[in-house]
């Protein structure tokens, strides 16, 4: 069971911080995403079809990436012009005591990097706020980033919250499931 999960989310068009969110599930053993998740050493591209109720369906394409102490997640839909949609870190409790020193500045660079020249400005913001946030909030508690690296109209965005929900909380176990196999192969190889 997934617990303590808080979700910080940037708006594009505000340059400023919502949330934390609280989610609350689990998709252990669940879901499309998970079973692919589940069958890759460290990083997956595919199509993301999590239906919205009431909403026409969208497909969009995501990476995700496994970086050691955190996990990658790119959003966007086929033909979209400029950078990804949203750009998300996902940092699972029990990882959170081996994060980089830099993380906060080498996630900032890199959402930079992705927006181009008009995100000029944000990057301290973006950068402040998770290097407290992983500073002052309780270790046990996993943190998602979900950086909205462009303005949406408010029907996109509508579409990809939830995109962002699912696709973290599979990252999520999936993340939970490796490093319990990880560590339970490095315990056999010891004795």
Same mark, same amino acid.
């Not at 909205?148 to 919250?161: D, S, T, Y």
């Given at each position: 069971?997934?617990?303590?999960?808080?979700?910080?989310?940037?708006?594009?068009?505000?340059?400023?911080?919502?949330? *934390?969110?609280?989610? !609350?599930? %689990?998709?252990?053993?669940? +879901?499309?995403?998970?079973?692919? =998740?589940?069958? #890759?050493? @460290? $990083?997956?591209?595919?199509?993301?079809?999590?239906?919205?109720?009431?909403?026409? *369906?969208?497909?969009? !394409?995501? %990476?995700?990436?496994?970086? +050691?102490?955190?996990?990658?997640? =790119?959003?966007? #839909?086929? @033909? $979209?012009?400029?950078?990804?949609?949203?750009?998300?870190?996902?940092?699972?409790?029990?990882?959170?005591?081996?994060?980089?020193?830099?993380?906060?500045?080498?996630?900032?660079?890199?959402?930079?990097?992705?927006? @181009?020249?008009?995100?000029?400005?944000?990057?301290?913001?973006?950068?402040?706020?998770?290097?407290?946030?992983?500073?002052?909030?309780?270790?046990?508690?996993?943190?998602?980033?979900?950086?909205?690296?462009?303005?949406?109209?408010?029907?996109?965005?509508?579409?990809?919250?939830?995109?962002?929900?699912?696709?973290?909380?599979?990252?999520?176990?999936?993340?939970?499931?490796?490093?319990?196999?990880?560590?339970?192969?490095?315990?056999?190889?010891?004795?």
């Amino acid at each position: 069971m997934i617990r303590a999960v808080d979700l910080h989310g940037w708006d594009a068009l505000t340059r400023s911080w919502h949330g *934390p969110d609280e989610l !609350c599930g %689990s998709n252990e053993g669940k +879901g499309r995403v998970l079973r692919a =998740l589940r069958r #890759m050493p @460290g $990083s997956w591209h595919g199509k993301l079809r999590e239906p919205v109720p009431g909403a026409v *369906p969208l497909t969009f !394409c995501a %990476s995700i990436h496994d970086l +050691g102490d955190a996990g990658l997640l =790119l959003i966007d #839909m086929e @033909g $979209s012009p400029g950078g990804p949609l949203e750009v998300v870190a996902v940092i699972p409790a029990h990882r959170r005591a081996r994060v980089r020193p830099e993380f906060a500045f080498e996630f900032a660079s890199f959402v930079r990097f992705l927006e @181009g020249p008009e995100s000029s400005g944000s990057e301290l913001a973006i950068h402040d706020h998770i290097e407290r946030t992983l500073r002052e909030t309780d270790p046990s508690r996993t943190l998602i980033f979900s950086i909205e690296a462009r303005f949406e109209e408010p029907e996109i965005r509508l579409l990809v919250a939830p995109q962002v929900e699912a696709a973290a909380l599979s990252m999520i176990a999936w993340m939970t499931e490796k490093d319990a196999l990880d560590s339970a192969f490095a315990e056999l190889s010891a004795t």
